[in-house]
């Protein structure tokens, strides 16, 4: 595929969270469409290691990509952490943490990426499906990624004068090696058991792949998603639509 004729083609795409999982698909999609991609992450597989919660550090970070390139087009927020507890046992120092990574993050890299962005560009966030239902135990993530909805709203509504479409992307379980380390910290010895019922949550049998994901982050953030922008995309195997 040529990058003249790829979907992305051309573009500079900044990716948070791209060293693994599904910003890891993302940046291998997105390469394989023809983009230029900086890979923005803690891992030293990154392009650019940055804290996202660090206000002077994701600056930095977005101005050398901008001066490297040009401009940046596009920006996937796929950064992000998780929290096992309810709104009890939740403690402060757990709901700062979460708070800090899933929205600051995505609040700061967009502010930055934004101040680089020039007409026709695209933001689209990494959010869930805990962003519009209940999910027990799982409080301040919940909390978080409910945030990361409503500033995709508020940002769309900000920049679409601008041309500028900002969108999210809210999936169920995805199996990631972030969702291995999750059910063996949180259960440790009951890895298979919950390995299972996580899987059987969704309708369609089974949890999400990376790459599923990644396309409709290839879609949301190309030319051919033009009218597409305030919205919110559920990919999920039917777990907020299906009853069997």
């Not at 890891?24 to 390469?31: G, I, L, Q």
């Not at 087009?73 to 952490?81: E, K, R």
């Not at 046992?89 to 967009?110: C, E, H, I, Q, W």
Request: hydrophobic fraction near 45%.
């Amino acid at each position: 595929m040529s990058a003249a004729s790829s979907r992305l083609g051309g573009k500079v795409c900044v990716v948070t969270g791209g060293a693994s999982g599904i910003g890891e698909a993302v940046v291998e999609r997105f390469r394989a469409e023809g983009a230029t991609v900086a890979v923005i992450d803690l891992a030293e597989a990154a392009d650019h290691r940055c804290d996202v919660t660090d206000p002077d550090a994701v600056a930095a970070t977005f101005d050398a990509i901008a001066s490297e390139h040009g401009r940046i087009d596009v920006l996937v927020t796929s950064a992000g952490i998780a929290n096992v507890g309810t709104l009890e046992s939740t403690s402060p120092d757990d709901f700062d943490k979460v708070f800090a990574v899933n929205v600051r993050g995505v609040y700061l890299t967009m502010q930055a990426a934004v101040a680089h962005m020039p007409e026709g560009s695209a933001i689209c966030n990494l959010a869930s499906i805990a962003s519009v239902i209940g999910i027990p135990d799982r409080f301040a993530y919940s909390m978080s990624k409910g945030a990361v909805l409503t500033m995709t709203l508020s940002a769309a509504t900000d920049l679409v004068d601008r041309g500028i479409r900002v969108n999210c992307i809210s999936p169920a379980r995805v199996h990631t090696p972030f969702v291995d380390r999750f059910i063996a910290d949180n259960y440790p010895g009951r890895e298979s058991e919950m390995f299972d019922n996580l899987a059987a949550t969704q309708p369609i049998g089974r949890m999400g792949e990376p790459a599923e994901i990644a396309g409709l982050a290839v879609w949301l953030c190309s030319d051919e998603a033009s009218f597409a922008t305030g919205s919110n995309h559920l990919i999920d195997g039917g777990f907020t639509g299906v009853r069997k």
